[in-house]
């Protein structure tokens, strides 16, 4: 934990207040109370109600200004306008941190926003921190801290263990306690964020980061705001080797727009989640059970500094449980290998039979202890497998600790990391196998879900932060490429010519392509403003009439002032390149296949940027059109090399200091052969002028 005093008292405060708790226990308002003494928290904790001289059997005070000294942590359960008034007592109390369970703000309209234009105003002058509104309250398991309103908190016996929880939404830090409970998986800590307008999911979290008893971290996640915070939090998290993973809704959210180009269609929302969680090093699950059962397989398997599919060697008692989780994960991008022809006689020579698939099929053999022990000896020293799954049938719930035994053994000895799916329903087996540490899983899918999750995490990648430009406008096409020129991105030779004027000698050759240069106009095609293969002076003289008539018709009241005449040129494929500022994570670089069917076939890959060399080399690896780049079918080879540097060069534009760029686009990039660089023949951008 951080040793900053809002830290302290957030997270093992000496006292409490609860401003506004009922006598009711049942009620909202009362739970908290009622939770705090029966988990035994050994502080100071004082009720707050101004109706009321005892409140639950206990002395109740009317004010803060008449508890007995300044609580460390003051929970506040009444409305929203009572709350703030409440609030503005704890500023003047110099109280360090504040708990808001109260809506009613942002969220709800002209109402809500007069409430968190005052409590912005509150804060403002504050000393203390606010974590809410809308927070349903924080526990630490630990130290016996239960300061919720949630009703799951009423369970018995609520698991510890090493797992810090921060979410947006209250009700479901109860609901991972309940389904931990349940796995025998437990808690250290479960804090409810709310609507953050002070303290951020990413600020908590790192408060929790050198608690000790903390080992991973599981964040469920409606929205990045504050995303810088988070990106902090993660950095650090991955430097003390604490794991952290993220179960994010908007999943089917639709793609953004981007006003200027096709890059926002292909950077939507969840697709830069992908990207910005990745780049954190946070491990995405699908599912919100993997959220549980990732962790303990996080905190075997080391993130990779370079791509990797995974490859998973399969034991197994049962083949078609086997073939549930092989399915699922091969459907996650994740390799099922075969054991080597090493190992198979290892597996041989310890009596075990590995038959000759890419499983290793015990059958009824797996059952027996010195079968299964040794076959996940063997195959957990074999150097082809980054991950072993051990897949339990039947006699996992019929006779648990003698089916998982072999699993327990095996995982208190050094070797590759160790999982166990769990082919029935079998509630203890899997809480022994908690209890010790083992990954398990309970369904074939969120076996896949957190092996592909686990295992192809990656290490953080440091990303500078750039600054947003203050008051972005559009360029025009001429303008784009002498900001790409700075890059060092090449543009096919082009000529800026005033519409009226006679046509000069060109200092490129034929066949030209025409276009009208206006800012405002970058689908210039859509206004009929692009003339295609003109060959000669003349024909270039009659386009240059044809798109001033096209656009006059298409837009009434627009004069074609400039035209811009470009050397058509031919590559070896088409690529975009796009630059876009998600309002959250700041700007994303993406490449994709280019040319007007790149919506189409969705060929993309993102990070955010600037990128390096190395990480545009890894873009182009991810996309199938690089295929066709590479010769496909004895086609000649493009110049990957160029490609790359250009793409690292592009993602700079996110950087520059005197001129930020807000949006960009190349669409296409056209990459010649090897040997002759790539070069861009359209580009539309917005940037700082």
């Not at 799951?152 to 991972?176: D, N």
């Not at 972005?472 to 060092?488: D, H, V």
């Not at 160029?642 to 592009?650: I, P």
């Not at 990039?669 to 700082?688: K, S, W």
Request: a negative charge; charged letters at 20%.
């Amino acid at each position: 934990m951080t040793n900053t005093p809002w830290a302290q008292a957030l997270l093992t405060p000496r006292s409490v207040a609860l401003v506004g708790v009922s006598d009711d226990p049942a009620k909202t308002s009362g739970r908290p109370l009622q939770f705090l003494r029966r988990a035994g928290f050994g502080g100071e904790i004082w009720p707050v109600n101004p109706a009321r001289a005892t409140v639950q059997g206990e002395r109740a005070y009317a004010r803060l200004a008449d508890l007995p000294a300044v609580p460390d942590h003051v929970f506040v359960l009444t409305g929203a306008d009572r709350a703030l008034d409440a609030l503005e007592d704890c500023a003047a109390l110099g109280v360090p941190v504040v708990t808001m369970l109260a809506a009613g703000f942002a969220e709800a309209g002209a109402r809500g926003a007069s409430a968190q234009a005052r409590l912005a105003g509150i804060m403002a002058d504050a000393p203390g921190r606010l974590l809410g509104p809308s927070s349903i309250g924080i526990v630490n398991l630990h130290q016996n801290l239960v300061l919720t309103a949630n009703a799951a908190f009423a369970e018995p016996e609520l698991p510890r263990g090493g797992v810090f929880v921060a979410s947006h939404s209250g009700s479901l830090i109860g609901a991972l306690v309940s389904r931990g409970k349940r796995k025998g998986l437990g808690f250290a800590g479960l804090v409810s964020v709310g609507g953050e307008a002070d303290l951020s999911l990413g600020e908590i979290c790192m408060a929790a980061l050198d608690d000790p008893a903390v080992t991973g971290f599981a964040l469920f996640l409606e929205s990045l705001r504050h995303a810088d915070d988070l990106r902090r939090f993660a950095l650090e998290a991955a430097r003390r080797g604490k794991p952290v993973a993220a179960y994010k809704l908007g999943r089917s959210a639709a793609a953004a727009e981007l006003a200027v180009s096709h890059t926002g269609a292909l950077a939507g929302d969840d697709a830069v989640a992908d990207v910005f969680l990745r780049d954190c090093g946070i491990a995405r699950v699908d599912s919100f059970e993997a959220l549980l059962e990732v962790l303990p397989l996080l905190a075997q398997v080391p993130p990779a500094d370079v791509p990797r599919a995974g490859r998973v060697g399969v034991v197994t008692t049962t083949g078609g449980g086997a073939a549930m989780a092989v399915d699922r994960m091969a459907l996650r991008g994740v390799d099922v290998v075969a054991p080597s022809d090493a190992t198979r006689a290892k597996l041989r020579a310890a009596g075990v039979d590995p038959g000759a698939g890419r499983i290793v099929d015990l059958t009824l053999a797996g059952t027996r202890h010195e079968v299964m022990k040794a076959a996940l000896d063997v195959l957990r020293a074999a150097p082809e497998f980054d991950m072993v799954l051990a897949t339990v049938g039947s006699s996992a719930r019929f006779n648990p600790e003698l089916a998982v035994q072999p699993a327990l053994e095996s995982h208190g000895q050094p070797g590759t990391p160790l999982g166990v799916f769990l082919v029935p329903d079998a509630p203890q087996a899997a809480r022994l196998l908690a209890g010790a540490g083992v990954p398990m899983f309970q369904t074939p899918e969120t076996c896949a879900d957190a092996v592909a999750a686990a295992l192809q995490r990656r290490a953080p990648r440091v990303v500078e932060a750039a600054a947003a430009p203050a008051a972005p406008r559009p360029l025009s096409e001429a303008e784009a490429y002498t900001r790409l020129a700075a890059q060092g991105v090449r543009a096919a030779p082009h000529l800026v010519l005033d519409a009226d004027a006679p046509v000069p000698d060109l200092p490129f050759a034929w066949p030209v392509v025409a276009k009208v240069l206006d800012p405002v106009l970058p689908h210039k095609s859509d206004a009929g403003g692009v003339v295609l293969n003109i060959a000669d002076a003349d024909a270039l003289a009659q386009a240059m009439v044809q798109i001033r008539a096209h656009v006059a018709r298409a837009l009434p009241g627009t004069v074609v002032r400039r035209i811009l005449v470009q050397q058509m040129v031919r590559g070896v494929g088409e690529v975009l390149l796009g630059l876009h500022r998600n309002p959250e994570v700041g700007p994303v670089v993406v490449v994709a296949a280019g040319g007007v069917f790149t919506e189409l076939y969705r060929d993309s890959a993102m990070r955010l940027a600037p990128v390096d060399l190395a990480t545009a080399q890894e873009m182009l690896e991810e996309l199938k059109i690089t295929r066709i780049l590479q010769g496909y079918r004895g086609g000649a080879r493009g110049d990957l090399t160029a490609l790359a540097e250009t793409v690292a060069a592009f993602s700079r534009l996110a950087g520059e200091a005197t001129h930020p760029v807000a949006e960009a686009e190349i669409n296409p990039l056209l990459v010649l052969p090897e040997g002759q660089g790539v070069l861009a023949v359209d580009a539309v951008m917005e940037a700082e002028p």
